[in-house]
């Protein structure tokens, strides 16, 4: 398991935009998170949709403030913190957290994105965030993998409009560095429990549709530069001091799920204004 992200793995995340850190978290450690999330009735009710443009719905729960429970201690540990801070080069705070519930046979897809063509949207001016995309399942080519565009973060922010419910990229801008595969490779992240892949704000990144047997859940930690305070409210936090915790923490508060959490502000769908702001895909 390690402490923090190496030097190589700094300088990866730089140059692709992205990192995978396998076995991040211990066997036993996911299986905390996995337990508490598939019983977490909380979790499950607070969970919404988001249509694909596929016909498919992607479901998924998200709380802005990272809590007292499992989830928060994921969030909070020393491990995680200081690897983001490696990576923005600055004091981290938590931007919000979410579980992506793509369930066997019905998980939607997600459309080619980025993380930043929704944030800009929220008053953060540079794209200077980072999310980290912990595997509580498998993530397979079956079950709906996160697929990414290695280096496509050095193309800058790319126009967004609404796919399904969703904000998509500029559909032509990515389909030419598709056409470039030796400058912009397409990889598909498989992953094993406990895995994590941190990725840049600016990183092209999408999934498939779950046409599998098998789950495919994953919790999702984004964090901002304390220096990349937004300039505005929205229905994200802005900086606001995160309470780090040793990683010794997560298996001490064990199976605590979200009526154990305190107030994590959970995002009310009707206030997410960061797709609804853009214009809608032709033909949609």
């Known amino acids: 398991m390690p402490a923090i992200l190496s030097d ?13 850190a396998r076995g991040f978290f211990d066997a036993e ?14 979790l499950d009710r607070r969970s919404f949709g988001r249509a694909d443009g596929e016909g498919g719905v992607v479901r998924l729960s998200l709380w802005n403030h990272p809590g007292d429970g499992i989830y928060g201690m994921f969030a909070r540990c020393e491990r995680m913190v200081r690897s983001c801070e490696q990576l923005l080069g600055d004091e981290v705070y938590h931007y919000h957290s979410k579980m992506i519930l793509k369930d066997a046979k019905v998980g939607g897809a997600w459309a080619w994105h980025q993380d ?6 929220n008053g953060v001016l540079t794209p200077n965030l980072v999310s980290v995309f912990i595997a509580v399942d498998p993530c397979t080519r079956e079950n709906g993998c996160l697929q990414v565009i290695g280096r496509s973060h050095h193309a800058g922010r790319v126009n967004h409009v609404l796919t399904g419910e969703q904000a ?7 389909e030419e560095l598709l056409k470039r595969p030796d400058q912009y490779p397409l990889v598909y992240v498989t992953m094993e429990p406990g895995d994590a892949v941190f990725f840049h704000s600016n990183l092209l990144h999408r999934s498939d549709q779950n046409r599998s047997d098998h789950p495919r859940w994953a919790m999702i930690c984004c964090y901002n530069a304390r220096s990349n305070d937004p300039y505005k409210d929205s229905h ?14 997560i298996k001490q508060v064990g199976v605590k799920r979200f009526t154990d959490s305190g107030d994590v502000k959970w995002l009310d769908d009707t206030r997410d204004s960061s797709a609804k702001a853009l214009l809608k895909e032709e033909g949609s």
Do not use: C, M
Request: proline share 6%; aromatic share 12%.
């Open 168 to 174: 998509g990229a500029d559909k032509e801008r990515v």
């Open 116 to 121: 930043y063509g929704y944030w800009y949207q």
């Open 236 to 249: 994200h936090p802005r900086y606001t001091p995160l309470s780090v915790v040793p990683d010794g923490a």
């Open 8 to 20: 190589d793995a700094v300088r990866e995340y730089h140059a692709s935009g992205f990192h995978v």
């Open 29 to 42: 450690e996911i299986d905390l998170l996995k337990r508490s999330a598939k019983e977490d009735n909380e």
